[in-house]
Each structure stands twice: as C-alpha cells, then as structure tokens.
C-alpha cells in the first residue's frame, strides 16, 4: 500500500500543472478564513461577517464543510489529468509491464483518491477549529465537539466525486472531455429528474429518486448553511416565510455515496481488465 501510493505522490508532483493545483486547492481552503475579516463600515451600517456567527460551534463545522466542497474541482482536474497523462505518457502500459497487475494500478489510483480525501478532511478540521477557538461565541467541549457529522460527510462527498473523477478520467481518457462529460451528467441528472416529475410520478416520487442519482447524493450529504443562521431565520420570520429545514447528516446519504463509490472504482477496474493496453 505504502509503495504504490508513493509511486502515484511521486508522479503528482513531478507535474507542474498537478503541482500547482494541488498547492492552490490547499491555500484556498486556508483562504475561508479571511472570510472573518470581511466588513463593511458605511455610515451608520456596519457589517461584520464573523460577527453573524459563521465561526461559531457547531455551526463552523456545518458552514465550512459546505464552502470547502466547491473547492474540490481542484483535486478533481488533478484526477482526471492523472489518467489522462498515464495514457498520454504510456505510463499505465510501462507500470504493466514492469509487473504491476490492473487491479494494484486502480487500487493504487483509489489509494490516492482516499488520501486526497482524508487529507482535506483533516486540513478542513484544523482550520475549522482554529477559526472557532478565536471566534465562537461557545468554547464548552461538549458544543465544541457536536455536529462533527458535517466533516465526516466531507469526506464521504470528496471520496465519492473523487471516485467518479477516476472513472471518467479512465473512460474518457482525455482531462477536457472527462471534465466536459462531469458538466453534462449533472446537467443529465435535472433532467431525468425534471422528465420524472413532469411526466412519469409526482414531484415528491421524482425528488426522492433524484436523491439516488450520484452527485444529488454527494450534494445531499451537506446542505446549504445560510438559512440556518439565527438573522437569517428573524428576517423570514419577519416577511412570513418559514425558514426551518432540514440540515441533518441522514445515513442513508452515507450509504447511497458509499455504493456510488464502490460501483465507480469497480467499473473503472473493468474498463480497465476489458482494454487492450
């Protein structure tokens, strides 16, 4: 294990492009705190973002989990670019001969993706802790320490996307196209769903089965923040909107990821063992 994840961080980073992006995803990641120094000073108005109680526990661990996963783009043009340079390069085919089997290669491949993955997470955790320790309103270990359900689904989500990145990078075979063909299946998914309610069950029937399709499911492990905030909710209260949903981490999200995962790293196995090299 520890042989084959040093060849692929050892391919990463004699990349420049992969270099770069991999430094740049973690430097933004960092960047979320400068979203406490973000205020505005007009006249009477003042605005203080960290003052809203963005940094506050538990909330931190739910808001950051959120802002962080759009940042994963990043380590997904790193993936997809990690397949398509090992059969531009004809690394892949030179790894085979040299005795590596197709399944170590993959397994190599999805050893990277959970490193990326828990990497992130833990990066995630410490900046979110930082943040909170110097900014929450609420230091008690016990509220500290709650709601840590959100960093967990971080890394289910990362897991999941960076696994379906592997497999479209091996079926596609090209960065741009794989990236192009991410666009068009999410864009794929709205529209089964749309046929779904529009046409074949209700919109309840057709919402429940979107949350079955791969990246619905990924996107439903954290849900939108915003409207959990107390100003936000007076604010609804006030114009007669009610504002309460459900932000809970359910585990059949976890699970359905979980199966997404499996069946991408095993269908990118099989694309693999069926080519010829």
């Known amino acids: 294990m520890k042989r084959l994840l040093q060849i692929e961080f050892i391919k990463l980073w004699n990349n ?6 991999i430094i740049a995803y973690f430097i933004l990641l960092t960047l979320i ?12 108005i003042k605005f203080h973002l960290a003052e809203l109680g963005i940094f506050n526990f538990p909330y931190i661990w739910h808001f950051n989990a959120f802002i962080a996963a759009f940042f994963k783009l990043f380590l997904a043009v790193v993936i997809v670019s990690m397949m398509a340079n090992e059969y531009s390069n004809k690394t892949i085919k030179q790894n085979l ?20 993955s828990a990497i ?10 930082i943040l909170g320790l110097i900014y929450s309103d609420y230091n008690e270990l016990s509220i500290i320490f709650s709601d840590l359900e959100y960093i967990l689904a971080f890394f289910v989500k990362l897991l999941g996307f960076f696994s379906f990145c592997l497999f479209l990078g091996i079926f ?3 960065s741009a196209f794989a990236l192009g063909f991410l666009i068009l299946w999410a864009i794929f998914e709205q529209f089964v769903f749309g046929m779904l309610g529009w046409k074949v069950t209700s919109w309840e029937n ?3 089965i979107k949350g079955f399709f791969p990246l619905e499911a990924m996107s439903n492990l954290v849900h939108e923040p915003f409207s959990r905030l107390s100003a936000v909710q ?10 309460k949903f459900d932000y809970a981490v359910h585990w059949y999200d976890f699970v359905i990821v979980l199966c997404w995962t499996a069946i991408f790293i095993y269908l990118s196995y099989a694309l693999l063992k069926k080519r010829d090299l």
Not at 16 to 21: D, E, G, P
Not at 33 to 44: E, N, R, T, W
Not at 98 to 116: H, M, N, P, Q
């Open 33 to 44: 705190s400068l979203v406490a120094a973000i205020k505005f000073d007009i006249g009477p």
């Open 206 to 208: 057709a919402l429940i």
């Open 120 to 129: 992130s997470t833990v990066f995630l955790f410490l900046v979110s802790l």
């Open 16 to 21: 420049r492009a992969s270099k770069i992006l």
């Open 97 to 116: 001969i040299d005795g590596l089997s197709k399944w170590e290669f993959i397994y190599s491949k999805f050893l990277t993706v959970i490193a990326f």
């Open 172 to 174: 596609v075979k090209r």
């Open 234 to 243: 007076n604010i609804g209260e006030q114009i007669g909107e009610n504002l």
